[in-house]
């Protein structure tokens, strides 16, 4: 650990500052890389006299600082680590960094099975860090889950992560493209979630450099109009969910009636499409007939 006063750590801050790049991105380098978190660097105005310790010296994290405003890398990538929800993460650029707005995932379905401690199956697919089931399979521990993804870098951070928060067994992870490594479950799955890669191309093209330079484009781009995986997906779902079976999947904020008219072409029922905080409409469910 390395110590050094309030005071001194608040002067070096506004000199990084003054470099460029915003507060949020650099509490969150000093957090993850620094070891102090927001709440502690917050509170030095008030307690200027404190020494602080640090788990790297402060050159260390002006370079990183240095390299975060020179190239665009997210401090995620930077650190190898990611907050959400009350999880902390390990993250790559072989998987995408999960967003807050997707943490409303887990909240609608623990909405819709609130209070079932039964034998559910779940599906997560495309799980990438393995954050949604993650915090699904810790939440409720007398569900079963499967999470699936194409790449087998994500399969290995997610399982590490699941490892890393957890000594519960109720989640398996393999590889293989969306419903594929499930064949053994058809007819089965209570409920199923994914966060396809729903980004229209010409869309893609006009993402900020620190998204589309450094995050999985195939976890991304979601085809000429966003939907080819989608359509997949609720093709598909009927095989493997159980009749009165669910299916949430986030999407673009523009695609909500789209994807419900697929929804409803392939026999769901109860079609909504939810908004999240910011009243867009995120997220498409339905139950299978």
């Known amino acids: ?44 105005t008030i307690k200027a006299e404190k020494n602080l310790k640090f788990k790297l010296d402060l050159d260390s994290l002006e370079f990183f600082w240095g390299k975060h405003l020179s190239t665009n890398i997210p401090i995620q990538y930077l650190s190898g680590i990611c907050y959400w929800r009350n999880l902390k993460l390990e993250v790559s650029d072989k998987v995408l960094i999960p967003r807050p707005e997707t943490e409303l995932v887990v909240e609608i379905i623990s909405r819709k099975f609130d209070n079932n401690k039964g034998q559910i199956i779940f599906a997560d ?78 869309t893609y093209e006009e993402l900020p450099i620190e998204v589309k330079n450094f995050e999985p484009k195939n976890a991304l781009l979601g085809g000429e109009d966003g939907l080819d995986h989608v359509r997949e997906i609720v093709k598909y779902a009927p095989l493997y969910l159980k009749e009165k079976g669910w299916l949430l999947i986030e999407n673009h904020f523009d695609q909500g009636a789209r994807v419900k008219q697929l929804f409803i072409e392939n026999q769901f029922t109860d079609v909504e499409v939810l908004k999240d905080l910011s009243g867009i409409g995120r997220f498409t469910i339905g139950r299978y007939k």
């Open 125 to 202: 697919l495309g799980t990438g860090s393995g954050a949604i089931s993650i915090s699904l399979a810790l939440e409720n521990p007398s569900w079963n889950g499967i999470a699936t993804d194409i790449n087998k870098n994500a399969v290995e951070i997610a399982s590490r992560n699941f490892a890393n928060n957890s000594n519960q067994s109720n989640l398996k992870f393999y590889s293989g493209n969306w419903w594929e490594p499930l064949t053994y479950l058809k007819g089965e799955i209570d409920f199923a979630v994914a966060n396809p890669p729903y980004i229209p191309k010409n």
């Open 1 to 44: 650990m390395f110590e050094i006063s309030a005071e001194n750590f608040s002067v070096w801050k506004k000199k990084q500052l003054l470099k460029g790049g915003d507060k949020k991105s650099f509490s969150l380098l000093i957090d993850l890389l620094g070891g102090l978190s927001k709440k502690e660097l917050n509170s030095l």
